[in-house]
């Protein structure tokens, strides 16, 4: 495709005396580089047009890049596209080196091209722009984020990741960085890359694992039992850990008990008569840590001889227990509730479990919600003889269901 150009004029006009003196027209005509991505025609202003001198002008085949750089787009001789072809035009000439079509090749930091041509009037000369080729993309992308991963390879809030690259020929002019805040994944891949100074560029991705999200945990309970205390809970995930201490009541020292995952935890090194307050807490496998729930576990069994500090609360029905006593036969154990008797037992063992619900006497009692107050004796011989000997008192609280 050609067009001819607007005249550029330089000289003297065909009409003037016969004395005209041959003169040398030389120029340079730049056009910055048109933004498109397809292949354009390069078309300068023309030169000795009007003038008598033969008239020059040029063409350049190729994609333009950005910054008066081309991305190539020639036919090349050696195959490929990392060319441009510059086409030259000679009007009204007797000679010309001007060559129809020359092959500038890529890459190339900036080239000029020139050529002349003469008639009868004189000889005039014309140079192309400076051509800058670069046909390559950026080499050696990559990204990287702004700081390490919060916790096991995930991110749980919002980090940084920039690209970086090379280019050998036109230079990098931008690269990306952004900021990653979600959505949560196990597998993005993040995309990103860099742009050369000619327009080319060239993208890579970014693996990333992020969570922002805490794990939710809920229906923690306790369940009291004659040898230990069972914590349970459910979290968002069967991937969540569990997290969970304790302290007893009238103590300032929180003890750590368990790390890992499941719904459950046996706390067996509890001492008897003591309240403890669980505390539970899950995190998933990016670090959040869900909202600590505590739970409080009552005594199921509360002894003699335990010095506590409290009237402790029990769980349930309670289990009454007292140390043995060398020669006994059995026990004697009685239940006060107000000052009133409610119930009298003579066990075989150390120990007396509690009932909802008893008769003793003729009437029928029920464990209420109040403060009880309980004694226990050694029975030696026989019941009969009634020879007691007393091991100690001691109260405990049934508290409202």
């Given at each position: 495709m050609s067009r001819r150009p607007t005249p550029w004029q330089k000289g003297r006009s065909a009409g003037t005396s016969r004395g005209l003196v041959t003169k040398l027209v030389q120029a340079s005509v730049v056009l910055s580089a048109l933004a498109l991505a397809t292949l354009v025609t390069f078309v300068p202003t023309a030169v000795g047009a009007d003038t008598g001198f033969p008239v020059i002008s040029y063409t350049i085949d190729g994609t333009p890049g950005t910054n008066d750089w081309y991305?190539?787009?020639?036919?090349?001789?050696?195959?490929?596209?990392?060319?441009?072809?510059?086409?030259?035009?000679?009007?009204?000439?007797?000679?010309?080196?001007?060559?129809?079509?020359?092959?500038?090749?890529?890459?190339?930091?900036?080239?000029?091209?020139?050529?002349?041509?003469?008639?009868?009037?004189?000889?005039?000369?014309?140079?192309?722009?400076?051509?800058?080729?670069?046909?390559?993309?950026?080499?050696?992308?990559?990204?990287?984020?702004?700081?390490?991963?919060?916790?096991?390879?995930?991110?749980?809030?919002?980090?940084?990741?920039?690209?970086?690259?090379?280019?050998?020929?036109s230079g990098i002019a931008s690269c990306t960085s952004l900021e990653y805040s979600g959505p949560d994944t196990a597998a993005a891949n993040v995309s990103g890359g860099c742009i050369d100074n000619a327009g080319n560029s060239a993208s890579s991705s970014f693996a990333v694992e992020y969570d922002a999200t805490a794990p939710q945990l809920s229906s923690v309970s306790i369940q009291s039992t004659a040898g230990a205390n069972i914590v349970h809970w459910k979290s968002s995930s069967s991937n969540d850990v569990a997290a969970i201490s304790r302290v007893?009541?009238?103590?300032?020292?929180?003890?750590?008990?368990?790390?890992?995952?499941?719904?459950?935890?046996?706390?067996?090194?509890?001492?008897?008569?003591?309240?403890?307050?669980?505390?539970?807490?899950?995190?998933?496998?990016?670090?959040?840590?869900?909202?600590a729930r505590t739970v409080v576990a009552l005594p199921k069994v509360v002894s003699l001889g335990k010095k506590i500090g409290y009237t402790p609360r029990t769980a349930g029905t309670p289990i009454l227990s007292w140390p043995a006593r060398r020669g006994a036969s059995y026990y004697h154990v009685q239940l006060f509730r107000n000052g009133k008797r409610i119930l009298a037992a003579w066990p075989l063992t150390t120990e007396l479990a509690l009932h909802q619900r008893w008769r003793w006497a003729g009437r029928r009692y029920r464990l209420?919600?109040?403060?009880?107050?309980?004694?226990?004796?050694?029975?030696?011989?026989?019941?009969?003889?009634?020879?007691?000997?007393?091991?100690?008192?001691?109260?405990?609280?049934?508290s409202p269901q």
């Open positions: 991305r190539g787009g020639g036919n090349c001789v050696a195959g490929g596209q990392n060319c441009v072809i510059v086409r030259w035009s000679v009007a009204d000439a007797v000679n010309s080196d001007c060559r129809s079509a020359v092959e500038v090749d890529g890459p190339n930091v900036g080239t000029k091209l020139s050529c002349s041509a003469s008639n009868a009037t004189g000889t005039i000369s014309a140079e192309t722009k400076v051509i800058k080729i670069d046909a390559v993309p950026p080499t050696a992308v990559v990204a990287a984020a702004t700081r390490a991963p919060d916790h096991n390879g995930w991110y749980n809030h919002a980090f940084a990741i920039a690209w970086q690259g090379a280019d050998a020929t007893a009541r009238g103590s300032r020292s929180e003890r750590s008990l368990f790390s890992g995952p499941g719904v459950g935890f046996v706390d067996k090194k509890i001492q008897d008569g003591v309240e403890y307050r669980y505390s539970v807490r899950t995190y998933d496998q990016a670090g959040n840590a869900s909202q209420a919600a109040a403060h009880y107050t309980w004694f226990a004796w050694a029975g030696f011989g026989t019941r009969k003889a009634a020879r007691y000997k007393l091991l100690g008192h001691s109260t405990f609280i049934v």
